[in-house]
C-alpha cells in the first residue's frame, strides 16, 4: 500500500515550498496567491536506515524504499465554499488520501504576502477547517438526496444512514468535524461510501522561520496548543530550509540539520507523524535481487501482508518464513538466522511486526 497525503492551508503559507522540498517535484512557489492552480502530484522515499544495513548484508542489486505520495492543493480561503479565491473545488483532489498535512504559517516574513493580512495561526487554523466542513456538508447534502430511493428498496438502512448524517451535521453546526465523534462499526461500514474530508487523520505542519526552528515560538506555541486540543499531530518545519537540505548529500545533510539544532529533517519527521498517526508499520523482503520496504497496517496478518506484494501471493499463501530485523542483522542474513533457529515459519493467523523480514510461499 502506498500512503497518500495531501498538502493543504492558506494561500502562500509555504505550501508548495514544502511540497517541493518533500518530493524534489519543481512545482511552481512564489510570492503571490494562487501560484498552484491545478494540483500537484510527487512522491518521496521513506528514509529507513534499515534498508542500508540490510543491502550491506544481502548486496542485492537494488534498493527500493517505500514511498510517500504527496499531493498539493491550491490555498483554501475564507469564503472558498461560496467561490472565494479558487473556491474549494480542489479539495475532491483529496478525498482519497490517507491523511492531511495542514501548512499553518508561523512566520512574520513582511515581504511574503499573507491573505489576512499578517500571520495569525489560530484564525487561519479555523478558516481551513471551516471550508473543509463546508465541503463536507455540501457531500451529505447530496447524500441525502439519495435517501428517499434507498428507502424505498431498504427502509431500515435508509433510517441508519439519515440518522448517522444528521449526527454528523450536528456536529457540523458546532464547528466539530466528523472525526471529533464516536461511531459503531455499522456507521463506520456507511462511512466507507461517505468520503468526508473532516474524517481524515490531520498532521500540522507549523511553518516557522528557520532561527526560530528551536526557539520558543508564540506562533508555533498557539498551533501546538490547537493541534493537541484537536487530537492532532503537529511538527515544526522551515520549508525554505527542507528544500535546501533536499539539495544536500547525506553527509551534508547531517551537518545542515546538526547546525539548525534538529535530529531530523522535517520529512523524516512529517513521515513518522504520518506513520504513527496511521498506525502503519514497516516489514522488508531481502534477496538478492533487492531489498526493499514495504508498508502496512498494524495488526496485518501475514497472508494481507504477501497481498500487498501482490495479489495472488494472498490467494494462494501457504506460509511465510518470517526473521525479525535484530535476528536478521545479528546473524548476517537469512543462512545465518536458520542455522540459530531464528528463521520462523508463520502460519495465516500470524500478525505481522515492524521490522519482519519476510519470504512467502504461496500456490499459484
Not at 465541503?135 to 431498504?154: F, G, I, V
Not at 500478525?351 to 499459484?364: E, L, S
Request: glycine residues 8%.
Amino acid at each position: 500500500m502506498a500512503l497518500r497525503v495531501g498538502i493543504i492551508g492558506l494561500p502562500n503559507v509555504g505550501k508548495s515550498t514544502l511540497f517541493n522540498a518533500l518530493t524534489q517535484a519543481g512545482a511552481e512557489a512564489a510570492n503571490y496567491p494562487f501560484c498552484t492552480i491545478e494540483p500537484n502530484v510527487g512522491v518521496a522515499r521513506v528514509p529507513d536506515p534499515r534498508l542500508r544495513v540490510l543491502a550491506d548484508i544481502a548486496r542485492p542489486e537494488r534498493i527500493v524504499p517505500a514511498t510517500v505520495e504527496f499531493v498539493d492543493i491550491a490555498g483554501l480561503v475564507a469564503g472558498a465554499s461560496r467561490g472565494e479565491g479558487l473556491g474549494n473545488k480542489f479539495l475532491a483532489h483529496i478525498r482519497e488520501v490517507d491523511a492531511i498535512i495542514h501548512v499553518v504559517r508561523c512566520f512574520a516574513g513582511g515581504d511574503i504576502v499573507h491573505v489576512a493580512g499578517g500571520a495569525g495561526p489560530r484564525r487561519d487554523m479555523d478558516v481551513v477547517s471551516l471550508e473543509l466542513i463546508l465541503a463536507d456538508m455540501e457531500t451529505l447534502e447530496k447524500r441525502k438526496q439519495r435517501l428517499p430511493a434507498l428507502k424505498k428498496s431498504s427502509p431500515a438502512a435508509a433510517g441508519e444512514e439519515a440518522a448517522l448524517i444528521a449526527r454528523i451535521e450536528a456536529a457540523f453546526d458546532e464547528g466539530r468535524p466528523a472525526a471529533a465523534l464516536e461511531y459503531s462499526a455499522a456507521e463506520k461500514e456507511i462511512l466507507k461510501s461517505l468520503p468526508l474530508l473532516t474524517l481524515k487523520k490531520v498532521i500540522f505542519a507549523a511553518n516557522a522561520a528557520e532561527r526560530e526552528l528551536t526557539a520558543d515560538n508564540p506562533l508555533v506555541a498557539a498551533v501546538r496548543a490547537e493541534a493537541l486540543a484537536r487530537g492532532a499531530e503537529i511538527v515544526t518545519v522551515c520549508a525554505s530550509a527542507e528544500a535546501e537540505i533536499a539539495e544536500l548529500s547525506d553527509e551534508d545533510k547531517q551537518m545542515f540539520l546538526a547546525d539548525l539544532g534538529l535530529e531530523a529533517s522535517g520529512l523524516d519527521r512529517l513521515i513518522q507523524s504520518a506513520y504513527r498517526l496511521l498506525g502503519l508499520i514497516t516489514f522488508f523482503t531481502a534477496g538478492p535481487l533487492e531489498v526493499k520496504a514495504w508498508t502496512i497496517r498494524a495488526g496485518m496478518k501475514a497472508p494481507q501482508a504477501a497481498g500487498v506484494i501482490h495479489s495472488d501471493f494472498e490467494r494462494g499463501f501457504i506460509r511465510a518464513e518470517v526473521v525479525s530485523y535484530e535476528h536478521f542483522t545479528e546473524q548476517g542474513g537469512l543462512a545465518g538466522a536458520r542455522d540459530k533457529g531464528l528463521a520462523r515459519l508463520e502460519g495465516k493467523e500470524y500478525v505481522m511486526r515492524d521490522g519482519d523480514i519476510a519470504h512467502f510461499r504461496f500456490n499459484v
